[in-house]
């Protein structure tokens, strides 16, 4: 009797597995185990299941900085110019001028120098640029998750109580009283959990300025020199005063 009690068990167990549907499940019976006191029969069948699940946990995001070449960047600016005043010059040139005659009041010419003062500035073109260097880095951001195998192992104990003595076998289809425990479940890792990084959305570039641009101004061409007359010329007689011919402005008294 105790021999296909133990059949039956093997039987519904497998048709619980089947219905569970896991495809890992394992599931093992061992008894019925019958001890007898005070005139009661007590069988114990034990039935366990084992199988694997994976679980998968999300784990906070990560960011991966990835420090990339510095960038220069050069920028043009308007070009100056700068005007730098100079010396002022005297140009003297030999020239015939008007000068008096003695005492007499005459009007009268003389061989003499012409002076004409000129205001002299050098106006230079700058090409004028600005350089910026940039420290530039990549940020990514990871989604994390972690996954962890278990084996869980799930254990329930029939208890059946039936009438009978030593020398008599229970009847195994009328049991006097029949109790299943609530199962035991014991989740085990196997393992260590496999962590896995998976991009999210594309790297993001951030560009940093290092320090203050550093300005640049390059002579474009030659300098070009103005001279600007300064008032009228200045004639300075160096030889006699000669008479003029013709009639004189007449000097009313």
């Known amino acids: 009797m105790i021999k296909r009690m133990v059949t039956v068990a093997l039987a519904m167990a497998a048709m619980m597995a089947i219905g569970v549907g896991t495809a890992f499940a ?36 990560e960011f991966v900085v990835t420090n990339l070449p510095n960038e220069t960047v050069v920028t043009n ?16 040139t030999p020239t015939s001028g008007p000068c008096t005659v003695g005492n007499s009041g005459r009007v009268g010419t003389a061989e003499g120098i012409s002076t004409q003062e000129l205001a002299v500035t050098s106006t230079q073109a700058l090409a004028v640029t600005s350089t910026q260097v940039f420290k530039v880095t990549s940020t990514q951001a990871f989604k994390v998750t972690s996954t962890q195998t278990f084996e869980v192992t799930t254990v329930t104990v029939k208890t059946e109580i039936f009438n009978g003595n030593t020398t008599k076998q229970p009847n195994p289809k009328n049991p006097e009283s029949s109790v299943t425990s609530p199962p035991v479940v014991t989740k085990t890792p196997t393992g260590a959990p496999v962590v896995t990084k998976t991009p999210v959305g594309d790297p993001v570039i951030d ?11 390059t002579p474009t061409g030659d300098p070009v020199v103005t001279k600007t007359p300064v008032g009228d010329p200045v004639f300075t007689a160096t030889g006699k005063c000669k ?11």
């Open 26 to 61: 394992q599931t093992t019976t061992t008894g019925p185990v019958c001890t007898f006191a005070a005139g009661k029969t007590t069988c114990l069948t034990t039935t366990t299941t084992k199988e694997t699940t994976t679980e998968t946990t999300n784990l906070p995001n």
């Open 77 to 92: 600016l308007p070009d100056e110019f700068v005007v730098t005043n100079l010396p002022n010059e005297f140009v003297r």
């Open 207 to 217: 560009k940093t300025p290092i320090g203050d641009p550093v300005v640049d101004k």
């Open 243 to 253: 008479n003029v011919s013709g009639p004189q402005p007449q000097v009313r008294g």
